[in-house]
Structure formats: structure tokens, C-alpha cells
């Protein structure tokens, strides 16, 4: 059963679903499943017809209608349980081969469902979807709970795991027994059966909550609009940030004006730009006060019901608070190690954010008289004009260069280069969830498939903001060879009137982290999907992403892929150099804002359950938060508390926005092998890095796989160097 170490996303790529319900019934009902299912009959839904036949078993998703999940989700779950309850009911001893790889062949049937059923959520959701999620999370949670709480599976689980030295196995075996026993265990299997009922109840509430508070926060965003109706107020804006406001107006049927949105790829430029400081406020409060307006999309009561339920499951399986219980499983280990790490990181952030500090106060007063004071919307405006006088370098500049197409295909041309793999675009035959969707054929050096993988790019209604990376299958080579459907998602900017969708420097990045995770799943080359590609430890799968953020800026690359939209003309080499002077530019902003963030997740998860009983307002804990974690007046946490998605809209990343940091610090001194070699494309290492990172999946300890790449554990002092952090 896969699902036990990779549970269904609800929200965000890799945000595990929890489970819930008692087993015992559920499991008892199993062996009635079969006939139940008999009776099902639906040819017509594309999920009854066993194995796509599509090119490269894409998902048809030209023929997948909204009516056909719930009957394809029912059945999924009649058939997983009747597939476990056989392995439950077996009566030979427990070996390896017919409990663990027996439990990863099943639920086949239910994967393909929640694989598509849960990415079109996130990018092309509608009412009928949401009402779907809201009625399945809950079923879904309940129906893995009733195998992680089944007592003859975990019997058999745990008899293998005390006997595992005497197995023989091998290192990827012994791993996946190793997880499927914590799966086991952390999902309340040793609990009597009145803590695992409680245990179940509290999941399935989770689950609901989950669902509701991501809905709130896309439903929320997509309704606000700052409305522009006089062209005196767009002073400073670019063209092409002004042109997609005029469209954005006018898909409001507001023809004649321009709105902006809460959207990253609204707001930033918006905020940067602006020479009006009235609407860049207005904006900013709208950005910041989302789910705390008091109405129905309001997630305030949703999150303290949320966090006191999971202090509440921390405590019945024995952990001091969420975050004990979230990080334990990760390489950190402890609420401790991860604070640690963060607070040497804020040390030198906090410093760095108060010298730019000092330059944007200096500049604002220039503008606006000696009594200005900066304030959190005014920051990146004077950051954008302190960056054009200290480095004579503008975004504006920039992102006449950076078309998206041609920047991703710079960051194909970074992996062709890295790992020899190749990329072609394939239009006939292959389905599509949306027109703006493009897919492409990757392959070997040698010619053989590696996988599929999709690109969408662009915002629209219905699709959730940011950016993120996810599978509609997964690789295994168990029995065959199954290769990978990967998905990139993104919020550019998209095209506006005869220009070409470009992106400022931020998104560059953002497409190339996004498409480092989208070659952890293409290139995972492992035996069992449940340690298949970006199925590793939450602190440890953001390492490949951000470490392909570096090539970016390497100037054989972007010397490439950077070309005027209009002319064609490479970016100028003294452009490039620019840049390079500029990269460290307003790090003590994005540093501060970030770990302020992570600071504010531990905040809130290192409550215990006496604790979370005594938090009765949202705001106000946030306010003596951020003065508790030492923030300035003129810089908030990247998110504030009642639209922070990675950490209340899933557990995933609860208790672990942290990860990013611990990531970096990976990132960061993997990125040094390749400058000591004096060249990003060393043969040698290039081949290091997909053998034991990218191909490796989770199939041995992630210390151990960054070892045999780096030949020694990671160390902080390269990334404190690289971000120009003292300390």
C-alpha cells in the first residue's frame, strides 16, 4: 500500500492526507468488498478501465468528467480494503514478500483517482470539485485509518520489523519495512482501542478543516480585486504589469480600468512599482488580512480548532506537542535542532534587514520629506529603487529577457547538460487538463523514456496560488519498469496584449526550484513508489530543488536562455554581471521574512495541549509572536497565520516551513562541490548527483545519501557565506 509512506495530497505537492476511523469493521466488511464491487458497473468512467492506454499512461483527462470521482473513489476504497484485508487474514507467517511488497501493490485503483482528483483541485478547481474534496477528505482519512489501526496487519508489520537483522534484506527493503513499521506506529497502532477511536475522530475532523481552510484562502484571493480607474494612479508601473491589469479588468467585466490582485504575480510587481503609496498600502493590508475578516472565509476559529487538535493527537501517541511529533520523523529530529538553526539564521538575517533598512528610510525621505517613515508596503518599492541606484539595475530591466518559454527551456538545458536527458514536446495524442498545459516526452541519453512531464504555468480561476511540483504517477520498478507523470504548476505572469509572459528574477528562480523538484520524480530510479522520487524526509526534499536554483545564474546558462523577447539580442554580459553584483541585494529581507515565518510555525506547534486551550485569538497571538521572535516594524512574516497554507492546510509541512532553512544549508554546501571544481558541470559530480540525490528517492537515510554524493556531512558556514549572512 504506497499510500502508507506517501499519503494522497489534499493541498500542497507532498502534504501527506492523515487518516482516521477504527479498523476493526472496516476491515471485517473487506472480504464482502469483492462482491460489493462486482455489482459497480460504470464503462463509461475512465477510472473502471484498468490501465490507461494512452500515450505514456497519461490520465485521460479529456474524457474524466466531474461525476465520475465519487463512484471511482468509492470503488477505489472497496477494492483497497479487500486487497489489505487478504493480506491481513493471511494465515502463513509474515515474510517480507507477502506482507510489505504485497502491501505496495495495492491500491492501484484508488491512486489513479486521488492522483488526478487531487491536482486538478489545486489547479483547475470549481464548485463541484470543492464539494467533492469536503466530502472525501474525511472518507479518505477514515479509510487509511482503518488499515493503520488494523491490528493484524500491524501484528505482522511489527513481527518483521523485530526480527529485520535476521532477514536478510537489502538496504531498500530494509527501508521500506523501517518506514512502513513508523507509518504503523505513528499512526496510533499500539494504542488501545478507545485512544485509536479518539485517534480516527480527531484525523477525519483534521481532514474537513484542511479542506475548508485552503478553499477560504483561493476563494478569498480570487475575490478581491484593487480596481484602477484612473491612469494617473498606475505611475511606475511597466508596461506589461499594466497590460495585465487591463486584463485582468476585463475578465471581471470591468473593461476600461485595471485590477490587481492578491496573487503573487499581481502584487509583487504591483508593489515594487507603484508610485502610489495609498494603493500600494491598500493592496498590502488586503494581502496580509486574508481569512481574517471575520465573514464566512474567515479561518481564524478554524485554526485554533486545527491546532488543538493536533496537540491533542501528540499527546495520545505519547509526543509533547505537534511539533515533537511532525519533526521526529524528519532529519532534524527535534523542535530543538530546527530552532537552533533557525535562530542562528535570524541572528544574521535580522542584522542584514536592519543595514537595507537604513539605505530604504534614507531614499523614502528623499521622496517624501524627512518625517516619512517606512512601513511593510513601502519596502519593496524603495528596495527596487535603492537596487537600481547602488547596482543601476532594475526588474523592469531585466524581465524583458526572461520569456518564460525560453526560461524553461533553459532549465531543461541545465538537466541535458547535467544528467544528458532530453525534452521534447508532444502535442498529438497526449491529453491535457487545460489549453494552456504543455507536455513533454523526457528521455535518456541513450533514447529510452524517463518519464512524462507536464508544465502549467499560468494563473486562472480555480487554480491556487504559488507554485509546486506533483506526480500522477509514480515510479517503481517492483514489477516492470513504471515510469513517472509529473506536473509543474506556477502562477506567472501570463501573456498581455502582443507580449509574451515574462518573469522578474524572483520567478526564474521559482521555475527552476519548481522543475528541480519535477527531475527528483522524473529521474527516481528506485524498486518500491513508496520511496520513489520526492518521498523522502520533509527537511530533505526541498535539497534538489533549491540546489538547481543555482544554475540559474550561471552565466553559461543564462548567458543562453536569457534573450530580448522583441530582438532576440542575448542579455548583455554587463547585464549579467549586474545581476551577479545584485543577487545578495535585500537578502536580510527574504531571510527574515522567511525564517520569521518558520519561527512562527514552531510558535504556534510547540504549544502542548494545555497550552493550545488558552489560545483564543488568532491576531493577538500572531502580534506577540512576532514581537517574541524579534521582528522589526517594517518587515511581516512571509505569511501571516490565517492564510499560511503550507502549515494549516495539510500536515506536511506543519511544524516544518522550517524545511526550506535545513534544505538550504544542503543546497548550499552541495553547490560548493561544484564551485570548488571550478565548473557547475563536472562529469563527475554531475553523475554523483543523480545516482545517489536525484535518482535515490528515499531508498536509503537521506545523511547517508548526501554523503555518498558530498563524501561528508553538510555544513552551515556555506550558506551564511553564500547569502552574505555574518554571524
Known sequence: MRRLTALTTLVLAACATPAAKEPEPAMTKAEEAPKEAAKVEAPANPFFAGEWKTPYGAPPFDRITDDHYAPAFDEGMKQHVAEMAKIA???????????????????????RVENVFFNLAGSTSNDAIVKLRGEYAPKLSKHYDAIYLNDDLWQRVNALYQKRASLGLQPQQAKLLEEYYKGFVRSGARLDPERKQRLADINAELAGHYSKFVDHVRLETEKYALVVDDKKDLEGLPDAVVAAGAAEAKAREMEGKWAFTTTRSSITPFLQ???????????????????????????????????????????LLGFESHAHYNIDKNMAKTPKSARMLLERLWKGAIAKAKVERKLLQAEMKKDLGKKAKLMPWDWQYYAEKVRKKKFDLSQDELKPYFQVDMVRQGAFDTASRLFGI??????????????????FDVKDKDGTHVGLLYVDYHPRKGKRGGAWMNVFRAQSNLDGKVRPVVVNVGNFPAPAGDKPALLGWDEVETLFHEFGHALHGLLSNVKYESLAGTRVKRDYVEFPSQLLENWALERS????????????????????????????WNQGFAMTELVGAALLDLEWHTLNLDQTSKVTDVLAFDKKAKKRIGFIEEIEPRYHSTYFQHIFAGDGYSAGYYVYLWAQVLEADAFKAFQDKKDAFDPDLAAKLRTHIFAAGGSDDEMVLYKKFRGREPNVKALLEKRDLKN
Open 557 to 584: 546558462v543564462v548567458e543562453k536562455y536569457a534573450r530580448h523577447y522583441e530582438t532576440n539580442e542575448p542579455i548583455p554580459a554587463e547585464l549579467v554581471e549586474k545581476l551577479l553584483a545584485a543577487n545578495n
Open 273 to 315: 512599482y507603484a508610485k502610489n503609496r495609498q494603493l500600494r498600502e491598500q493592496i498590502y493590508k488586503a494581502y496580509v488580512t486574508r481569512g481574517a475578516h471575520g465573514d464566512d472565509l474567515d479561518n481564524q476559529k478554524l485554526i485554533l480548532a486545527i491546532t488543538k487538535l493536533r496537540a491533542e493527537r501528540a499527546k
Open 89 to 111: 487474514n493471511n494465515e502463513e507467517e509474515a515474510t517480507f514478500a507477502n506482507t510489505i511488497e504485497a502491501m505496495e501493490r495495492t491500491g492501484d485503483f484508488l491512486e
Open 422 to 439: 532530453t525534452f521534447e514536446e508532444v502535442t498529438d495524442g497526449v491529453p491535457r487538463y487545460h489549453p494552456e498545459v504543455k507536455a
